[in-house]
C-alpha cells in the first residue's frame, strides 16, 4: 500500500501539487504497488483541515487515479464519513479509517459503496491527538492458564478493540473479507507498545481478517535506533520483515520498491513463493 499524502505538513514525504502527486502515484505503481493511499490531513497535530478542504485536496488525485489506473485499487485515508461519501463516488475502493471509528457513520458509508473499511486502534483518542503515558493493564488470566506475559495487555485491548470494529463494520454490510485491521503502530501507543504489538501481530491475524501494518518510518522505529525520520528506512524493512512473517498481508510504505523486495523475499522463505531463478549448484 503506497502512502501518497496530499498534505503540506506530512511527517516524511508529501506531494502538495497535483502534477507532484501524480507522479508519485505514477512511481509507486512502476515500482510494484498493489494499491495507492491517499491522505488529506496530517495524523498529527497541526493546522486545521475541515472537510471542504480535506476533499479538495483528495478527490481531483481519486479521480485521476481511478481514470488513468482503471485496476489499481484506491485507499483514502480519513476518519470523515463526508470524505469517504466524496470519494467512494468517484471510484476509490476502500476507506483507510485511522482514527478507530470516530465517525460511526463511516462504515455504513463504505458498506453502502460496497466498499472495504480499514478498522483501527488509538486507545480512545480524537483524531489528531497524541498519546501521553498510555497505559493498557493485563486482563486476569482465565483459571488453567498459565501465567501471562505482562506486555500483553496492549495486545488484549487492541485484539477486543480490532474485533468489536470489525464485526460492527459487518454488521453494517461491509464484506468480512473487505474489513481490515490495523493495530495502528504509534497511535494511542508508546514505542514499547508499538514493538511488542510487532512481535504478537500473530494475535491479530487470528481475528481472521486481513491484518494491515503502518511501520513505515514511525517514532517506534526511531527512537528504537535513535534516527531521525530520514535515516529509519533500515529499521521499517526489519520490522515489516517480522509482521509479514507472522501474517500480516498489507504494508502501508512509502519505500514501495524496497517494501516490495522485503515482503517477497520473506513469502520466499516461508515458502510461499517460488525464487525468481534457483540454478546455483545444480549446473
Given amino acids: 500500500m503506497a502512502v501518497v499524502n496530499r498534505t503540506p505538513d506530512s511527517f516524511h514525504v508529501h506531494h502538495e501539487d497535483d502534477d507532484a502527486a501524480r507522479a508519485a502515484v505514477a512511481r509507486a505503481v512502476d515500482e510494484g504497488a498493489d494499491l495507492v493511499d491517499i491522505g488529506g490531513v496530517r495524523a498529527g497535530r497541526g493546522p486545521e483541515v475541515d472537510v471542504d478542504a480535506e476533499i479538495a485536496r483528495v478527490l481531483p488525485l481519486v479521480t485521476w487515479v481511478r481514470a488513468t489506473y482503471p485496476d489499481l485499487p484506491i485507499s483514502v485515508d480519513t476518519w470523515r464519513a463526508e470524505v469517504a461519501e466524496a ?45 501521553l503515558r498510555p497505559e493498557y493493564p493485563l486482563a486476569d488470566a482465565a483459571p488453567g492458564e498459565g501465567p ?91 520490522a515489516t520483515a517480522v509482521a509479514t512473517w507472522l501474517g500480516a498481508t498489507v504494508v502501508r510504505a512509502h519505500d514501495v520498491l524496497a517494501t516490495r523486495r522485503t515482503v517477497e523475499m520473506v513469502a520466499v522463505l516461508r515458502g510461499e513463493r517460488p525464487p525468481a531463478r534457483a540454478v546455483r549448484g545444480l549446473a
Fill in 148 to 238: 501471562a506475559d505482562p506486555r500483553d495487555g496492549v495486545v488484549q485491548d487492541v485484539v477486543a478493540t480490532l474485533a468489536t470494529s470489525a464485526a460492527r463494520a459487518v454488521a453494517a454490510g461491509v464484506e468480512p473479507d473487505a474489513v481490515v485491521v490495523d493495530p495502528t503502530h504509534d497511535f494511542g501507543k508508546s514505542t514499547w507498545h508499538s514493538l511488542h504489538l510487532t512481535r504478537r501481530t500473530d494475535a491479530l491475524v487470528a481475528l481472521g481478517h486481513p491484518v494491515l501494518v503502518a511501520l513505515s518510518r514511525k517514532d517506534f522505529v526511531g527512537e528504537s535506533l535513535g534516527l531521525p525520520v530520514a535515516d529509519r528506512l533500515e529499521g521499517t524493512l526489519a
Fill in 87 to 131: 470519494v467512494l463516488e468517484a471510484g476509490a475502493d476502500l476507506v483507510n479509517d485511522t482514527w478507530a471509528g470516530h465517525d460511526p457513520r463511516l462504515v455504513e458509508v463504505a458498506a453502502a459503496h460496497g466498499a472495504g473499511v480499514v478498522c483501527s486502534h488509538t486507545g480512545g483518542l480524537p483524531p489528531r491527538t497524541d498519546p
